[in-house]
């Protein structure tokens, strides 16, 4: 095969799986299967390590694969299965497209600062947080980016088409319903999608060499690969055509050498070589020694204090959490923790295995998950949360465990689901409308599917009564409640998730008179 064609191997392999995953995270109508979910994000890197770490499944050795592939081939997955590195090819092309005579040139190595978020990360993980891997990590951040900037753009052209097409009498398509838009969240990666598109735009792949933690470990591992790029000092004419087609600006056109650490395999040079003067074969015969890069051990304990130090600050912003709505009531509502998705276990579990790739976010067919601002303090920033002012928990739905692809979300049997207790419902009787204004309510008994809140006589009218008991959270209670600014019943989170107890269905007992015609 010529080498040429990997390149063309390459560009159809990140095609095909960057169309998977972006219909992952812009399917408004769920239309695909959540089964699938997990074969398209089997092999993306982080979300794989930390499914297998807690869970140690082999539903989870995706990770593994993609070491075997970089100890064999190099960083195969920047190239064609990381969906943000096929983003910044897309920016990188049109770039080229725009600028005719545009090429790369040998960058120097930011060893310094690649490794020194490398080593953050690490540091945080092995500390119990995922703070920098959350703000770091490609597949996560191509997450939110889709989810928080994409998708509602889609689901705007998608509603306008709808509205116009009604204006001709033609019904095919409906309007669907947008929600739980925070103008601070959306902030955050639209700041990242800048952030890579300047950098890919000018650099190719510079965000993958200076910023990625993922490209920084894979890095390391390309140096001791099988099969390396190499260039053939024989055969090369010294044409440059390979370092001004190099993504990475990894080749060093004077001294004929590729620094592989960097390179990310995208095959550019293969294609644009006239003289067969570079080529894919084994390293076990090295011509070349690398010399170890020197990090100042000054620097580096002075990263490492800073990352101790934010690890153990974890709670420094409390994790409360105000709801605010539009008619008078006087109490205000606190909570002393976010309450977390059906299937994740425990807050404690939630926030360190949340990568905040926003899958389940993008998945949820009620729109009650939304990302965090500060609920869950500075190091849970952007990690999805029941938000019960924007909706609540579906009593048939159990979605978003079975597309989270790094086990924060557990799949949970629907049986399992419905007395799974994420929180209990508490009433402040100070304002309930029924008992401020003296009117008949209900709403939160009305949409109840566990019947924990109850209707109970009061001065001629029904006041509401909650039996925490068969209460499994789920904010319906919460989310129907008319009373602002402060709602008269909200849920307040179990750190550790209970079981709620089933209610028994009231047999009601109806005397038939068998002697009339028609009884029924």
């Known amino acids: 095969m010529k080498l040429s064609n990997l390149k063309k191997i390459r560009i159809t392999v990140s095609i095909v799986l960057f169309l998977l995953i972006s219909a992952l995270f812009l399917d408004f109508n769920n239309s695909l299967s959540p089964a699938y979910t997990n074969y398209f994000t089997f092999l993306q890197f982080i979300p794989s390590l930390i499914k297998f770490v807690r869970l140690a499944g082999i539903s989870a050795i995706g990770f593994i694969l993609v070491l075997i592939l970089t100890a064999l081939f190099g960083r195969v997955y920047c190239s064609s299965i990381c969906p943000l590195g096929t983003l910044q090819d897309i920016f990188s092309y049109i770039s080229k497209k725009l600028h005719k005579k545009k090429y790369y040139h040998l960058l ?68 669907v319903e947008m929600r739980g838009t925070n103008y601070i969240i959306i902030f955050l990666p639209a700041a990242f999608l800048i952030l890579v598109f300047i950098l890919s735009f000018f650099s190719g792949r510079l965000f993958c060499n200076t910023v990625c933690p993922v490209g920084s470990l894979l890095g390391l591992l390309s140096k001791i690969s099988l099969f390396k790029i190499k260039i053939d000092e024989k055969n090369c004419i010294g044409c440059n055509l390979c370092e001004r087609a190099c993504k990475s600006g990894c080749i060093d056109k004077k001294k004929k050498t ?108 009620a729109l009650v998950l939304q990302p965090a601002f500060l609920e869950y303090g500075i190091l849970g920033i952007l990690q999805p949360r029941m938000d019960y002012t924007t909706s609540y928990c579906n009593f048939d739905c159990v979605i978003c465990g079975e597309v989270c692809p790094n086990g924060a979300i557990l799949p949970v049997k629907l049986e399992k689901k419905k007395l799974t207790q994420l929180g209990q419902a508490k009433f402040i009787k100070d304002n309930c409308i029924v008992y401020t204004e003296k009117t008949d309510c209900g709403a939160c008994s009305e949409h109840c599917p566990t019947k ?69």
Request: some cysteine; aromatic content about 12%; proline content about 6%.
């Open 258 to 365: 590729v620094d592989f650490s960097r390179c990310v395999s995208c095959y550019n040079c293969f294609k644009v070589c006239p003289s067969e003067g570079i080529s894919y074969r084994l390293s076990f015969n090295k011509r070349e020694t690398e010399k170890a890069e020197s990090i100042d051990s000054a620097k580096r304990q002075f990263l490492i204090s800073v990352a101790v130090f934010l690890a153990g600050s974890t709670k420094l912003v409390s994790a409360q959490s105000k709801i605010i709505s539009k008619k008078l009531s006087k109490i205000p509502i606190f909570r002393k923790n976010p309450v977390t998705p059906p299937g994740s276990i425990s807050l404690k579990h939630f926030t360190s295995n949340c990568t905040a790739c926003h899958l389940c976010i993008s998945s949820c067919p």
């Open 452 to 520: 924990a809140v109850i209707m109970v006589p009061f001065e001629g009218i029904r006041a509401p009564e909650v039996h925490d008991e068969y209460c499994i959270g789920c904010g319906a209670c919460e989310y129907a409640c008319p009373v602002r600014p402060y709602k008269a019943i909200y849920v307040e989170a179990n750190s550790v998730h209970q079981t709620a107890k089933k209610k028994e269905e009231e047999k009601i007992e109806k005397k038939v008179n068998y002697k009339e015609d028609f009884p029924f």
């Open 108 to 175: 120097k190595p930011a060893n310094l600062l690649r490794y020194s978020f490398l080593s953050l990360s690490i540091i945080f993980f092995l500390s119990g947080s995922l703070f920098v891997i959350n703000l770091l990590d490609p597949y996560s951040n191509f997450g939110r980016i889709y989810t928080q900037l994409f998708k509602p753009l889609l689901l705007s052209g998608y509603n306008f088409a709808a509205i116009t097409l009604e204006k001709v009498n033609l019904y095919w398509i409906n309007p």
